[in-house]
């Protein structure tokens, strides 16, 4: 009696009865976690630059290796979020904890490996890049990796932990854990680039110096915050050293399509920037910029994203499906009416923008603010599919979302666009047309899921 209602009490107080104070309660804090990487590695491009081209090319180079390794831990990050949400949307917190505790046995295994792989095989990973570079770029490189692997335990750990905590739907303690680390990172990248107040002048290695250091206080923060009993989840040293096949192999099937997603996702944006490349250099330049932009409204767009799978993950385990649908309708015009102000603030301050990052250089600026029209355009395809995305991930129609990335990824923004930007000759305006067609495709395909109900009935 006294257990069943333990769980009626947690899953009251986890579902909430309002969708759209808890629609704001838990993405509000998610943009804020996400966009502060975002913002901070723009900081960190921006010092780095300061010393050098052949600097800025090799950490942003080595930057781009660390990201990708990041994505193929994303099956268990996902994979546990998921499972978590329902075991904590039906009461079931030992279960919760269990969940964590085993994702967490893969994150640190997988984190030491990662850390021997970018200090023993810097070099050879480097060679692999077939991109123009000078022998100064790739050891800035290879200095900012290998500098960053001491650390790697910590900090690949602690992404696998906060990721976990975010998707469980704390985001308010992702994002003070986030906010800390990015603000410690924001202190020390300076002083250890640049020996200001009496700090050693690092460079390259002082700014890795400086991420190592915050990711590492990080996870300190994160270990005492699972180990305090202030979070929902509590990480028990038992379930950390106690590995079950089923849950790991529940964990993987949860989580596998969603890192081929992302994975698929990151050679889309690949063959478009190479496509970009082959434009010329405004072009490369302008195309750039706008990435630079999407980066930051990607995560306004992830952390929206985060809430509804979140939310979906806990009305299902209370099985409130009703409710589900619900707060996926509020939820979706919410993040309406924010991506209809974005638009608008790109097409009034297009010009102004694109100055920012490339001052003078009129030639860019024209191209940009004229393809900045279209990049408008397509935030609100975007904006309004991450946040189906994440009602059916939150829901587990993890196979369909990877498969509707795969095939239009490959049939729009690859195949069609290279028709239309090369045979055509409409250029980066033609790049950015056919990506905001790939948008709307996926955003009407995963509505038509959506709508259609099955969702309501997967098991994860």
Not at 373 to 398: C, E, M, N, T, W
Request: hydrophobic share 55%.
């Amino acid at each position: 009696m006294a257990d069943s209602g333990l769980k009626t009490a947690i899953s009251t107080e986890v579902v909430g009865s309002s969708p759209l104070k808890n629609v704001l309660k838990i993405s509000l804090p998610a943009v804020a976690d996400l966009c502060s990487q975002t913002l901070m590695w723009t900081v960190e491009a921006i010092l780095v630059g300061q010393l050098s081209a052949s600097a800025f090319a090799g950490v942003a180079m080595a930057t781009q290796i660390v990201i990708l390794f990041f994505t193929l831990i994303l099956t268990f990050v996902v994979g546990s979020s998921l499972i978590i949400s329902r075991h904590i949307g039906a009461g079931e917190r030992w279960e919760a904890n269990h969940i964590l505790g085993q994702a967490m046995m893969i994150g640190l295994g997988v984190a030491f490996l990662f850390s021997i792989i970018w200090y023993s095989g810097a070099v050879h990973l480097f060679r692999l890049i077939r991109q123009e570079g000078t022998p100064e770029a790739r050891m800035a490189g290879v200095t900012y990796l290998r500098t960053v692997a001491l650390f790697g335990p910590f900090a690949v750990t602690n992404f696998v932990a906060v990721g976990i905590i975010r998707g469980a739907g704390e985001t308010h303690h992702s994002m003070m854990i986030n906010l800390f680390v990015n603000g410690l990172n924001l202190v020390l990248a300076p002083l250890l680039i640049f020996g200001l107040f009496g700090f050693p002048r690092l460079e390259v290695r002082g700014a890795a110096l400086a991420v190592g250091i915050a990711h590492s206080c990080g996870f300190l923060v994160t270990l005492w915050l699972l180990r305090s009993r202030r979070s929902m989840l509590f990480l028990s040293f038992r379930e950390l050293t106690t590995p079950r096949m089923a849950s790991l192999n529940r964990l993987f099937n949860a989580g596998f399509p969603t890192t081929v997603e992302q994975l698929a996702t990151a050679v889309i944006q690949f063959v478009m920037m190479g496509y970009a490349a082959r434009l010329g250099v405004a072009a490369l330049a302008a195309h750039g910029i706008l990435l630079r932009i999407q980066a930051v409204l990607s995560m306004v767009y992830m952390g929206f994203s985060v809430g509804a799978m979140t939310l979906m993950g806990r009305n299902l385990g209370a099985s409130d499906r009703q409710l589900a649908e619900r707060t996926a309708y509020i939820a979706n015009s919410v993040v309406a009416v924010v991506v209809m102000g974005i638009v608008a603030s790109l097409v009034l301050f297009s010009s102004d923008i694109v100055r920012l990052f490339v001052g003078k250089n009129q030639h860019v600026v024209t191209l940009g603010a004229r393809v900045l029209y279209i990049f408008a355009l397509v935030q609100i395809p975007k904006a309004l599919d991450s946040v189906i995305v994440g009602h059916l991930r939150g829901a587990g129609d993890l196979r369909w979302l990877m498969w509707i990335v795969i095939v239009t990824g490959i049939s729009i923004d690859m195949a069609i666009n290279y028709v239309v930007v090369f045979t055509l000759g409409l250029g980066l305006l033609g790049l950015w047309a056919i990506h905001t067609l790939g948008e709307t495709a996926r955003l009407m395909l995963n509505v038509w899921r959506f709508r259609g109900g099955h969702w309501k009935f997967i098991d994860i």
